[in-house]
């Protein structure tokens, strides 16, 4: 059974950053798309960047574009979600996904298309 594991969570006031990170013991990431996703209380997970292991193109949902930026470590088999300018509505626990129905593309933010996923973490912006 693969578990991904994310890091990286915690407490952070209102413009700050955070970096998770996302790890695979024992998996390859090779011909998976890696997808950061966010739930907060009471709404629906929600998909919000992807990176594509077979050309390292990424994508992001209008509502982080521009302030975080998903990137990975092949020598680590790691994949991180660089967070910044960080505001309440961020408030969520944060998961990362493996898809490998896109053979290493991103192909959007299908639940059902992930496969392998982590146990989350949680983000909390607060001052």
């Known amino acids: 059974q693969v578990q991904l594991v994310e890091s990286g969570g915690g407490l952070v006031q209102p413009g700050g950053s955070l970096r998770l990170s996302c790890a695979a013991p024992g998996f390859t990431f090779d011909y998976y798309a890696v997808g950061w996703f966010r739930q907060a209380p009471g709404k629906e997970r929600e998909g919000i960047s992807c990176?594509?292991?077979?050309?390292?193109?990424?994508d992001y949902a209008d509502s982080v574009k521009g302030r975080f930026a998903i990137s990975r470590n092949d020598a680590k088999n790691t994949v991180y979600l660089q967070m910044n300018s960080l505001q309440p509505e961020d408030n969520a626990v944060y998961y990362c996904a493996a898809d490998p129905t896109g053979f290493g593309y991103c192909s959007g933010y299908n639940i059902g298309n992930y496969k392998y996923w982590g146990q989350g973490t949680q983000v909390t912006v607060s001052s």
């Open positions: 990176i594509s292991f077979s050309d390292g193109t990424t």
